[in-house]
């Protein structure tokens, strides 16, 4: 089957976006790829780069133009020293040179070369054409992609479809294509949903490769949520949207407080702090925007399933291993990831994940839907409870529109995830309170009601910033 599995749905990237940054990054290091594979990258003088539909007119506010110009450079998302950034992008812009590829020097001047065109490419609303030339101004090669959501990259073909990725074709044990694909697995094998996931799994990756990769993936979310937790200040962008999430935390901990020296050492301290029933979902709100106050300073996030709605998980994870278990292991993080991934991929296969598709109902929501599920199996949910938790959080999402000011993941995204967070704890738990024998609506109709839902929406609401919030508001009223 063509497989999506745990590690497509959750990725190490550079924020603000999933689709504006993390999607074009990679864009242009394939483009560069592209360039070397064809052994034409030492003739190329001259780059432009040609933003269409959303990634131009959210382009700016989701660091679009320096997410392509560090991908042109083969810096990589995943490992470059973000505090760097600043000081790599000054360089290009005050030289208006570049390393293209890390192997050739060529002139670029990044007010003229990125180009943000306001129409729409047919394809997919995140269109980005990549063009070089020889010294001579001849076209040596043009590339198209499409940023479709989640830091998933695509190519037109007649084959595609606009919310699809090409997969590697893996034979699995348990063909997953649906929620109903699912559960029946589940029953006829008596397996957990993360079981029957971990096998599907073993077919790409050793044991210890996956418990490697699951661990990183935490530790980047416990990471981002630790410096979220433990900065001040005002995010940049020009709306000065001052960080809440350290003041929360200060205040949470109180008489408690000490400077935490890494993130273990954290957990530590929360577990050993007194919380009270008021203070519950302040502690998810807090741990939510924490991670995405550092994805709108362009911070080291994972996609869950995006980076605009990098927050819900590790918030609920967080509140599982703080608040509601301080018994909690590496095992059962492992265990919540591989749940959350599934629920995840059956958006992505047969709805979309990207909110320039679908609006935010489509990231928020489904996030809010992945981390109910992983939640509800962490409390003992059968299969079944599982899959209802997941159906709850997200169709109380249905409809939800994209419309964020100045173009910037902050307002209202950052508050955005502490409600999703919130939402998915509350779903899981009545899913526990459920009999699945009486639930009304299966998780494949909302999955289904979702796509039609986002085929329904006016685009101006789905992250076009030409709608709803972003047009009631503007930066000079901040």
Not at 119 to 126: I, S, V, W, Y
Not at 257 to 264: K, L, R
Not at 424 to 446: F, M
Request: net charge negative.
């Amino acid at each position: 089957m063509d497989y999506i599995g745990v590690f497509d749905m959750f990725k190490i990237g550079v924020g603000p976006s999933s689709s504006h940054t993390l999607g074009p990054w990679r864009a242009a290091q394939a483009f560069v790829a592209e360039l070397k594979q064809a052994n034409i990258i030492e003739q190329v003088h001259h780059v432009r780069v040609d933003l269409y539909g959303s990634l131009s007119l959210t382009g700016k506010g989701h660091s679009t133009d320096i997410a392509v110009m560090l991908g042109l450079e083969d810096s990589d998302p995943e490992t470059i020293d973000t505090a760097l950034i600043p000081s790599i992008i000054n360089r290009m812009q005050v030289q208006n040179e570049m390393l293209l590829g890390a192997v050739k020097q060529i002139h670029f001047y990044p007010d003229k070369d990125i180009v943000f065109h306001t129409d729409f490419l047919p394809f997919h609303a995140n269109g980005i054409t990549f063009t070089a030339w020889n010294e001579e101004e001849v076209v040596l090669y043009t590339s198209t992609f499409y940023s479709i959501g989640g830091g998933f990259i695509v190519k037109e073909t007649p084959a595609d479809e606009p919310n699809t990725v090409p997969l590697e074709s893996v034979e699995v044990p348990y063909p997953i294509y649906s929620a109903k694909d699912l559960l029946r697995f589940c029953k006829e094998t008596g397996k957990s949903i993360s079981q029957i996931v971990y096998e599907n799994e073993l077919c790409l990756r050793t044991a210890e490769e996956i418990d490697r990769d699951l661990d990183k993936i935490w530790k980047t979310m416990l990471d981002c949520a630790f410096i979220g937790c433990h900065t001040s200040g005002v995010l940049p962008g020009g709306l000065n949207v001052h960080r809440r999430a350290y003041d929360i935390h200060q205040r949470l901990m109180g008489e408690h407080y000490q400077w935490s020296v890494d993130s273990d050492d954290w957990i530590a301290k929360i577990r050993a702090t007194p919380v009270h029933f008021r203070q519950i979902f302040k502690w998810v709100s807090c741990f939510a925007m924490a991670v995405n106050e550092v994805n709108a300073s362009l911070g080291r996030v994972v996609t869950a399933p995006t980076n605009g709605s990098a927050g819900v998980i590790p918030a609920v994870l967080l509140y599982y291993m703080t608040i509601d278990n301080h018994q909690a292991t590496k095992a059962d993080i492992r265990k919540a990831l591989m749940v959350a991934a599934v629920i995840g991929s059956l958006f992505k296969r047969s709805a979309t994940i990207s909110a320039a598709m679908g609006g935010c109902q489509a990231e928020i929501g489904v996030s809010s839907g992945m981390a109910a599920a992983a939640l509800c199996e962490l409390m003992g949910g059968s299969p079944d409870q599982v899959l209802i938790a997941a159906e709850v959080a997200v169709e109380h999402h249905l409809g939800l529109t994209c419309d964020p000011i100045a173009g910037l993941v902050q307002v209202p995204c950052i508050e955005r995830n502490s409600m999703g967070a919130i939402k998915a704890i509350n779903a899981a738990e009545l899913a526990i309170e459920t009999d699945p024998t009486k639930t009304k609506v299966p998780l494949d109709k909302v999955v289904a009601t979702l796509w039609q839902t986002a085929q329904d929406m006016n685009t101006k609401y789905k992250e076009t910033s030409e709608a709803g919030l972003a047009v009631a508001v503007s930066i000079a009223d901040c």
